[in-house]
């Protein structure tokens, strides 16, 4: 577990914000993947929630330099070796099952398991995890919430996911146990259907510099 934790950890540190994706038309896997990647973010989480989200991960492991894809969203074993075999080099899930422990203990990829409570936090961390994805972060109780997990929970680091924006960002960013958040606002529908891939870069690039 520790190589698998060093590895995310290596991934994660990587940029402040880590873009989550949901990839309706697989011709805009590859471009947008370079938009991001060219604006400072390189790993980039694909989620498994459209029919194309295998091969869009596929291709952008394939075709984009410096991409580092994951997948997003995966709820069971079956789809954790889909997206192990199409490229990930990490797993995301929004909760933990004994199934996906299970199938991930297994696997030399890593796992972000998500969690929202103290009893999950402390049960991952009985399995050997020490970085997890707090999700839904906003509706969960937000950056004062999971600020009050500091110090009982010490050595537990975590990427915020769900409702985290631009103007609440930092928000998390500032916290002792946050290593990156997580987003989907450097993608917009809006410039992806139109193939902005500049307006994307940049977008990209204001989230690389987002700080503390």
């Known amino acids: 577990m520790g190589d698998k934790t060093q590895a995310l950890i290596s991934i994660l540190k990587m940029q402040p914000v880590v873009p989550v ?20 973010l390189r790993a980039i ?71 929202a409570t103290p009893s999950e936090v402390m049960s991952l961390r009985e399995e050997g995890y020490k970085v997890l994805k707090f999700f839904p972060a906003e509706q969960a109780g937000g950056a004062a919430y999971l600020k009050s997990l500091a110090s009982p929970l010490a050595g537990m680091q975590f990427c915020p996911t769900g409702g985290v924006t631009p ?3 930092r928000d998390y960013l500032s916290l002792p146990n946050v290593i990156c958040v997580g987003g989907s606002w450097v993608a917009p529908n809006a410039l992806v259907e139109a193939g902005d891939w500049e307006g994307i870069t940049r977008l990209a690039t204001e989230a690389s510099r987002l700080s503390a």
Request: hydrophobic share 50%; proline share 7%; no cysteine.
């Open 21 to 40: 994706l949901v990839i309706k038309d697989l011709a805009h896997a590859v471009p947008l993947a370079r938009a991001l990647v060219a604006g400072g």
């Open 45 to 115: 989480e694909i989620t498994m929630r459209t029919p194309v989200a295998l091969q869009a991960i596929r291709a952008v492991a394939d075709e984009v330099e410096g991409a580092v894809p994951g997948a997003g969203t995966v709820l069971n074993a079956v789809q954790f070796h889909q997206a192990v075999d199409a490229g990930s080099q990490f797993v995301v899930s929004p909760g933990t099952t004994i199934e996906l422990l299970d199938v991930a203990r297994k696997s030399p990829v890593p796992l972000l398991p998500g969690a």
């Open 167 to 169: 103007d609440n960002a």
